[in-house]
């Protein structure tokens, strides 16, 4: 395997452990990381062990999905969302995330407290990804999508007020198929790096076309030597910026097997909307995706983001192109 350079029945098994007290940070509010309410899935129990071990009914009370914020993405920080479906408040005083997928345990550096009838998000920074490899010896991405939660599972380390305890060992749903995608991303990413360096420029020169300003913004492909065929045949839109045509992507014609060296492509961009709110609470905006091949392979969409600089003129051209005032 390639390893990163740089629902259904849910089982659980409840691990009774003797602890004094509980820990946990106290959170109150009722919604997730990234806002949305809920979380789906339940699990019934088995308990090993005896001494002060969590009651059955409240272990099967604890559901729990992977959700990911936006703000997270680019981190690749996943929250393990936990709903107290039953009567008792407990803590977590801990979730660690396994899955095929990645290395080792994804591991919650803090508890939450999650009263009864609330969810709480416990966030695990992922472990490096594990990809499939193609005979060349180059990481492949053509089937990584289709991972998931397969084989993915959940440890959380729970205590009641009274002290009861244990480790629930729960399948964990993912709804929003956020670890196919992360998954996807990372192979791709990887897949393509073999081959070829993208990188776009911190500059985004503007100027007057037809009565609007417009941004031009540069991709570079830089072939890797020894490394595979990629084709870049796409990048789309993002939140913030389209192309200056009004389509919902930048066609793109690069083949690192027609390259002597280096090129690059200019994407002429201008605002897609002009609410200030969209760039004060931007998240992905300056995140751009891109459509390519290896070595004939089509990839799963991968993502080039932009450097602090370029992300600032950005914001900037949103805000010129939409007459706000800057003083």
């Known amino acids: 395997m390639r390893r990163w350079a740089g629902g259904g029945a849910v089982a659980v098994l409840v691990v009774a452990a003797v ?9 109150r509010d ?3 990381g990234d806002g ?13 062990g005896t001494a002060a071990a969590l009651p ?10 992977i959700r990911q ?31 095929p997928t990645v290395e080792g345990d994804a591991s919650s550096d803090r508890g939450r407290d999650v009263r009864a009838g609330v969810d709480r ?15 060349g010896g180059t990481a492949a991405a053509d089937d990584a999508t289709g991972a998931g939660t397969d084989g993915a599972q959940v440890e959380l380390d729970v205590v ?44 985004l020169p503007r100027h007057p076309v037809d009565g609007r300003l417009v941004g031009s913004l540069t991709l570079h492909v830089e072939p890797v030597a020894g490394g595979p065929r990629v084709e870049v045949w796409q990048v789309d839109r993002t939140n913030l910026v389209i192309p200056a045509d009004l389509t919902n992507d930048w ?44 070595d004939g392979v089509d990839q799963p969409v991968f993502y080039v983001p932009s450097s602090d600089a370029l992300r600032g003129s950005v914001y900037d051209l949103v805000a010129a192109s939409c007459g706000w005032s800057t003083g």
């Open 251 to 294: 066609p793109v014609a690069v083949d690192t097997a027609a390259l002597a060296g280096g090129t690059t492509v200019v994407l002429p961009v201008v605002p897609s909307r002009c609410d200030p709110h969209a760039v004060a609470e931007d998240k992905r905006g300056t995140f751009f995706g891109v459509h390519a091949r290896v």
């Open 69 to 99: 914020s936006r703000a997270d993405w680019g981190r690749r920080v996943v929250q393990v969302r936990v709903a107290n479906t039953g009567t008792v408040d407990v803590t977590v005083e801990r979730a660690r995330l396994r899955s």
């Open 19 to 27: 602890v004094a007290g509980c820990t946990g940070d106290g959170g």
């Open 121 to 135: 998000d416990l966030s695990v920074p992922l472990g490096d990804p594990v990809c499939p490899v193609t005979v």
């Open 56 to 65: 059955d009914d409240v272990t099967a009370a604890l559901a729990v999905e």
């Open 160 to 203: 009641d007020a009274d002290g009861r305890a244990g480790t629930v060992v729960v399948t964990p749903e993912d709804p929003q198929g956020h670890l196919a995608r992360i998954h996807g991303e990372d192979c791709a990413t990887l897949a393509v790096a073999a081959g070829a360096r993208l990188w776009l420029d911190d500059d």
């Open 30 to 32: 009722r919604s997730g």
């Open 36 to 48: 949305t309410p809920g979380a789906s899935g339940s699990a019934g129990s088995a308990v090993r």
